[in-house]
């Protein structure tokens, strides 16, 4: 990876900074100034720009850090030591003049304490995954082959790498198919099922789990990859004091044509070219509280965003934890699935 690559200029946008963050993907990018290093730029510090609802057209200076780490030349034999002590995992290494002549890179499980994330987490199996016929005429959805492993798998593996070990299935459709699978394979977790009688929607099913998840849990369907930091987001839904904490995409759709505005008279107020517009996207995770399942009528089918806008509707706390678009894989369609199978083949 070249030096230029994390570099980014002052005054470029907020949502050019995410753009490279995800090309990147360090999650650190350092600022210069007329071609020289002055301050780094987070995947945290634009998050907490967006939770208080600042422009995405902001500046990169008016969310950067000016008092970053880094090391001279000369330190350079530091550099490991140093990045373990503040956690730092990338680390530019400058001249005289400030200038960035390397970068030392350091993986993130090197870094910092062991994870461990030992929360319930709960996935929503049992849909006919009708927007993946002729496929789910076969194989239930959370079968549905990413490369060598079903995508239920893939998204098992990511959240026990944080230390999860106990996970539940809500199942209906091909039941038996899903259960047969995780039986047979070899896993250092345990995976429970949960089989509805009749499809109860994407939270409905969670009434079958009364008394069984006591304690914060997360939510997830069967048909997505989040690529992100599952402790991180725990931590700011228990310091938020969240009943519910949804995942949101950052979705930057670009309209190809000339946008036209017209004012009440029939006359053109506005013309935009090509404009971008950006939406914050409901991925499908939650991370929520045992007390929603103990409040759910038992076997009643209600969508999970339901059970949101009933509780919001009561004043209890309801968050969002923003990624970046290129954080969220969903195989719901062809084409994205498709998306999904080279984003992990070159990742591996």
């Known amino acids: 990876m070249d030096v230029a690559d994390f570099l980014i200029d002052e005054e470029a946008t907020m949502l050019n900074a995410m753009e490279q963050l995800d090309k990147v993907a360090k999650k650190v990018l350092f600022v210069i100034k007329g071609g020289r290093f002055v ?15 600042g422009n995405l057209d902001a500046k990169v200076r008016e969310i950067a850090n000016y008092s ?35 970068v030392v890179l350091w993986n993130d499980e090197q870094i ?42 893939h998204i098992m593996n990511r959240f026990n790498k944080f230390g999860c070990r106990q996970f539940y299935l809500i199942l209906n459709h091909k039941k038996n198919t899903v259960k047969a699978y995780f039986n047979d394979i070899e896993k250092n977790y345990s995976v429970n ?12 099913g969670l009434s079958l789990l009364k008394g069984k998840i006591t304690s914060t849990f997360v939510l997830s369907n069967c048909d997505i990859l989040i690529e ?10 228990k310091k938020m004091n969240n009943l519910i904490t949804m995942v949101c995409s950052l979705k930057n759709i670009k309209i190809p044509y000339g946008v036209v505005e017209i004012n009440d008279k029939g006359e053109i107020e506005n013309i935009k070219e090509k404009p971008e517009l950006v939406y914050f996207v409901n991925t499908g995770l939650y991370f929520a509280e045992p007390k929603i399942i103990e409040e759910l009528e038992e076997n009643r089918p209600v969508e999970f965003p339901d059970i949101i806008k009933k509780y919001k509707s009561r004043g209890e706390k309801i968050g969002v934890y923003p990624i970046s678009e290129n954080s969220w894989m969903d195989m719901g369609q ?6 999904m199978k080279r984003r992990l083949e070159k990742d591996e």
């Not at 780094?40 to 720009?49: A, F, K, L, N, Y």
């Open 39 to 53: 301050a780094t730029v987070t995947d945290g510090d634009i998050r907490r720009w967006i939770l208080k609802k």
């Open 68 to 102: 970053p780490k880094f090391l001279y030349e000369e330190e350079k034999n530091r550099a490991k030591e140093y990045m373990k002590k503040y956690s730092v995992e990338a680390l530019p290494i400058l001249d005289k003049e400030c200038n960035i002549v390397s």
């Open 112 to 153: 910092g304490p062991k994870k461990n994330l030992d929360i319930p987490v709960v996935i929503m199996a049992g849909g006919l995954g009708t927007r993946l016929y002729p496929y789910t005429k076969i194989l239930p959805k959370p079968l549905i082959p990413i490369g060598e492993i079903p995508i239920a798998e």
């Open 193 to 204: 099922y949960v089989e509805e009688e009749k499809p109860l929607g994407t939270g409905g």
């Open 228 to 237: 992100e930091d599952y402790e991180k987001i725990y931590s700011y839904h």
């Open 334 to 339: 062809f084409d994205e699935m498709e998306k």
